[in-house]
């Protein structure tokens, strides 16, 4: 029996009806729906709860929502190691590879074995204060970034990459990004599209104070650390733009590859350079 744990994205107008039609088309097929006793109770749907849906073992997550939720499933099935699919009722759609059109027919090549897993890497972030051990973060698929929080003010941040200091930057902030995350933050401050098959990580300041800034590739096993000498206290190190924590000037944020990568659903009817175009409504 194939155990497939849903998560759906509470926010989303379309998300009772997109569950409805999943649980309709699983109902008579070996398959274990399970979501969490939460979600079972605002979607008025008690028989598929379960107590502690992140202690069940899985064969599969399918996320209902847009991107950002499929990021935060990856997030939170990380240790698992399970693959996630993505039914998308956001607005892009990168990750998510199941539109509305196509969930009936998706939801049977997934029962047919029809489909192949994507690895997609995945960022760990650390901070170090003075005199103290490095201290874990979190995880991020798209992007780590340091940003300045409510403050007007620039930040004054120092790059090193594998011990040796490279820059320094007067900007708003700097995101560390997968390929993955290329389409995302590091997309709308000018860093390049860089298809996910590479395995890469991209640094991207954010609005630089100078013209020599420019965003840079570099190889998935650099370490990076960013050293944070701004005077101002409102600094903040964000998780794929969901999870945040505030820093202080004085703070070292480390971010190196994650020893396990996201698995993500995809199907063979989608192109990568398609995706592109259309989402992002490029012309012929």
Known sequence: MMRIAVFPNRDKEDA??????????????????????EDAAFFHCEEYGVPDIDGEPMDMALSVGGDGTLLGVCRRVYEKNAPV?????GTFGFLADIELTELEAKLE????????????MVISGFVQSEGQKERFLGNAVNDVVVTKGGAARMLQLG????????????????????ATGSTAYSLSAGGPLVNPKI???????????TFNARPIVMDEDDEIKIDVAALHRDIMVTFDGQDSFHILPGDVIIVRRAPLPAKIVKFDDKNYYQTIRTKLLYSA
């Not at 009772?16 to 006793?37: C, E, G, H, W, Y």
């Not at 699919?85 to 009722?89: A, E, F, S």
């Not at 490279?166 to 902030?173: C, F, L, S």
Request: net charge positive; with cysteine.
């Open 159 to 178: 790059l090193t990459v594998n011990g040796f200091h490279v820059m320094d930057y007067k900007a708003d902030g700097l995101i560390v990004s997968t």
């Open 16 to 37: 009772p009806n997109v569950l409805a039609r999943i649980f309709r088309f699983f109902r008579d097929k070996d398959v274990r729906l399970m979501t969490s006793q």
């Open 109 to 120: 090549k997934i029962l047919r074995g029809e489909y192949h897993l994507e690895e997609r």
């Open 199 to 209: 395995k890469a990580l991209l640094l991207t300041p954010i609005c630089p104070h």
């Open 85 to 89: 699919c993505g039914v998308n009722i």
